[in-house]
């Protein structure tokens, strides 16, 4: 009878292996997948965490890779970010391979950082449109939900030229929305300008920026950004990794490209930053990185940051940022340690 256990049915306790006071399997969608925000004008809406892949096919493995992938989602994530840059685009076939295995294209938020690629480099018309196409190959997709141009490579691109090339793309049903990354601020203005005349939008911008590095967001490009209602995706949300706290000796970090970032923050004021946020994660049982990311998201203008993750255990620590209410004493505190 419907809604009653029969006499051969197994209750969950008398599994083999299961211990009666052990807790109770979750079933259904993760508390995570509700969390949801506008990204911009795009008219798509994502989790307030962005998974970037600038690790997948470099020093994460494509089985490492869609673990961190899968254990993303599981969490209620719901936006991927890579670019053709990263590993010379075996992040983009990862995540391929990720997208085609599980069947869940329809539900990702996909965004795609083209102009820095060794093949296709720069936003001219004609490697803009191949970036774009080799890119498309490697995804196994047939639209890129967020195309980000990234001018800091290409000075020399007209940024006409490029915004009618993009339009070309929008129109083909090749991309869905537009994003800008190296745009300087007047850039951003001439682009709305144009925008009146039929090109497409910029709608998100993709900025380095975290609790140690404000100087190339703070100013005249944030306000711009704010006036304009674009939504703001900042990388480096760790600086490198160190905004984790896991590395606070120069000596433990090498002489890589890596080490050096790394050790390029370990200062005074590195140092000061790192204390304010064990004391304020110690305070509500999170770990550091996770405030590092709430305070991202205690800025208005931030919608998702975008965090790398090397393994599993980092998604785990990262989400958790999403939920953390930093309080005027704790924004506070960090502001006076990072001056």
């Not at 939008?201 to 100013?219: A, H, K, M, S, W």
């Not at 704010?226 to 949300?237: D, K, L």
């Not at 080490?259 to 004391?279: E, H, V």
């Given at each position: 009878?419907?809604?009653?256990?029969?006499?051969?049915?197994?209750?969950?306790?008398?599994?083999?292996?299961?211990?009666?006071?052990?807790?109770?399997?979750?079933?259904?969608?993760?508390?995570?997948?509700?969390?949801?925000?506008?990204?911009?004008?795009?008219?798509?809406?994502?989790?307030?965490?962005?998974?970037?892949?600038?690790?997948?096919?470099?020093?994460?493995?494509?089985?490492?890779?869609?673990a961190?992938?899968?254990?993303?989602?599981?969490?209620?994530?719901?936006?991927?970010?890579?670019?053709?840059?990263?590993?010379?685009?075996?992040?983009?076939?990862?995540?391929?391979?990720?997208?085609?295995?599980?069947?869940?294209?329809?539900?990702?938020?996909l965004?795609?950082?083209?102009?820095?690629?060794?093949?296709?480099?720069?936003?001219?018309?004609?490697?803009?449109?191949?970036?774009?196409?080799?890119?498309?190959?490697?995804?196994?997709?047939?639209?890129?939900?967020?195309?980000?141009?990234?001018?800091?490579?290409?000075?020399?691109?007209?940024?006409?030229?490029?915004?009618?090339?993009?339009?070309?793309?929008?129109?083909?049903?090749?991309v869905?929305a537009?994003?800008?990354?190296?745009?300087?601020?007047?850039?951003?203005?001439?682009?709305?300008?144009?925008?009146?005349?039929?090109y497409?939008?910029?709608?998100?911008?993709?900025?380095?920026?975290?609790?140690?590095?404000?100087?190339?967001?703070?100013?005249?490009?944030?306000?711009?950004a704010?006036?304009?209602?674009?939504?703001?995706?900042?990388?480096?949300?760790l600086?490198?990794?160190?905004?984790?706290?896991?590395?606070?000796?120069?000596?433990?970090?090498?002489?890589?490209?890596?080490?050096?970032?790394?050790?390029?923050?370990?200062?005074?004021?590195?140092?000061?930053?790192?204390?304010?946020?064990?004391?304020?994660?110690?305070e509500?049982?999170?770990?550091?990185?996770?405030?590092?990311?709430?305070?991202?998201?205690?800025?208005?203008?931030?919608?998702?940051?975008?965090?790398?993750?090397?393994?599993?255990?980092?998604?785990?620590?990262?989400?958790?940022?999403?939920?953390?209410?930093?309080?005027?004493?704790?924004?506070?505190?960090?502001?006076?340690?990072?001056?």
């Open positions: 009878m419907a809604g009653f256990e029969t006499a051969n049915q197994t209750s969950p306790t008398a599994v083999p292996g299961i211990h009666p006071s052990g807790p109770l399997p979750v079933h259904g969608a993760p508390v995570g997948r509700a969390v949801r925000v506008p990204l911009g004008e795009t008219g798509a809406s994502v989790f307030p965490l962005i998974l970037g892949g600038a690790e997948f096919g470099w020093h994460v493995d494509l089985a490492a890779a869609h961190i992938l899968d254990r993303y989602t599981d969490r209620g994530g719901n936006a991927i970010h890579t670019s053709d840059s990263y590993a010379a685009g075996r992040s983009e076939h990862v995540i391929g391979k990720w997208m085609a295995a599980r069947r869940n294209r329809d539900d990702i938020v965004s795609v950082r083209v102009g820095r690629g060794a093949d296709n480099p720069g936003l001219g018309s004609i490697n803009l449109v191949r970036a774009v196409e080799a890119s498309l190959t490697r995804l196994g997709t047939d639209r890129i939900d967020v195309l980000s141009l990234d001018a800091s490579a290409d000075r020399s691109a007209i940024l006409e030229d490029t915004l009618a090339t993009a339009e070309w793309l929008v129109e083909s049903g090749k869905r537009i994003g800008a990354a190296g745009y300087r601020a007047a850039q951003l203005v001439e682009a709305r300008i144009l925008s009146a005349a039929g497409p939008r910029f709608t998100v911008l993709d900025v380095p920026y975290n609790v140690l590095r404000r100087e190339e967001f703070d100013g005249d490009l944030r306000l711009v704010g006036a304009q209602g674009i939504a703001v995706t900042p990388s480096q949300a600086e490198h990794g160190y905004l984790s706290g896991l590395h606070r000796a120069r000596d433990r970090v090498g002489g890589s490209v890596r080490g050096r970032q790394l050790a390029a923050s370990m200062n005074r004021r590195g140092a000061r930053t790192l204390r304010a946020l064990d004391r304020i994660a110690a509500l049982a999170v770990p550091p990185a996770a405030v590092a990311i709430a305070w991202l998201l205690a800025q208005r203008i931030v919608v998702a940051p975008i965090v790398n993750a090397y393994a599993i255990a980092h998604v785990d620590e990262l989400v958790q940022g999403v939920g953390v209410h930093l309080s005027r004493a704790h924004l506070a505190e960090i502001a006076r340690a990072t001056d």
